[in-house]
């Protein structure tokens, strides 16, 4: 039925020379277009609403999620792009378009490191859209909390920086929580320093996140030697307490500067240009494959010879990567340790499945933490 209205009736956009066109001429073709675009929008969102029908009566918005078939749609709009917009434009284009597709139902209750204006919050927007009622929390733990309880239908919390490493804190959630991991979220992390008067010469102090402390430290150096840096909760309470004076700075992303009301004095200024945070998705249950999945698994062991070497052969033998491992106390008794793994592939695959009962034999416990579509643009 949507083919109907896909118009042969629209016009090729010349990429040549433009100057010889009308300008007004050239705003009525995109006037055409966007009339188009806006019937197909309306159009998906009544087919969406449609499949939500299908779906049954479910009891609340959480049921109708499906990320395993956001995150198929979604490499279908990259496999396709041509340009001239970039995929990561497109991915957030089509991301609202779902996000607001499924807030017909209801909006989803989105958990996060408050206040706003932390890069939680941007994570949040950019793997749910705008569509969604963000709930900003004061910490990790009430992110795990919340979603636990069911007052957020899921939560979003920060896992590894590429500058700064692993957030210990997150992982160690997981030693007890019973909450699933449905999605990761990559993004690009870029820091600035903002403050009231918006003058360098001027700074004497400088709140922030100690992350964001650490992935400025070069630039601190060079720029601000003498300033004191105080380290707070996080970026957004950093902003809030630059407010107050203007010797007084922040360092935190960029649309902290418009929710606080301070000015861009400098940046990006974080010391590493491919800077990155990995989000991690919270829910409370297990979703099917999407085709390009990503399983975390939570492995006791008891300290003996040999130990690593039996944790890592199974994947070794079922031809699984293996993304990333790191251990931790387990937090179970003294000399018992907790490994954090992630490879690639889905739980439902025969491969994962060997791989972990053969782990079982030999591990204390193995808890698979979630299998997920592994992030997108
Ligand atoms: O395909 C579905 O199951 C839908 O509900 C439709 C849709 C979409 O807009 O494409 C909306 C919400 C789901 O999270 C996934 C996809």
Known sequence: ?????????????????????DLSELRERIDGIDRHIQQLIAERARFAGQVGRAKGKLAAAVDYYRPEREAQVLRR??????????????????????????????????????????????????????????????SIEEVFQEVESGSADFGIVPVENSTQGTIQSTLDMFLTSSLKICGEVELRIHQHLLSRGGRIEDIERVYSHPQSFAQCKAWLRQYLPKAETIPVASNAEAARRARSADDAAAIAGASAANVYGLKIVAGPIEDRPDNTTRFLVLGRELFPTSGNDRTSLLVFINDQPGALHHVLAPFARHGLSMNRIESRPGHTGRWQYAFFIDVSGHVDE????????????????????????????
């Open 77 to 138: 709009v990259v496999d396709r792009n041509e340009g001239p917009l970039s995929d990561e434009v497109l991915v957030r284009l089509f991301r609202e378009i779902m996000s607001a597709c499924l807030a017909q139902q209801e909006p989803l209750k989105i958990g996060f490191l408050g206040p706003e204006g932390t890069h939680s919050q941007q994570a949040v927007f950019k793997h749910f859209g705008h569509s969604i009622h963000g709930l900003p929390l004061s």
């Open 350 to 377: 025969d491969a994962m499945r060997a791989a972990i009962d053969e782990l079982a034999a030999f591990a204390r416990e193995v808890k698979v933490l979630g299998s997920y579509p592994v992030a997108i643009a």
């Open 1 to 21: 039925m949507a083919d109907k209205i896909v118009p042969a009736l629209i016009p090729e956009a010349g990429d040549g020379d433009s100057s010889a066109v």
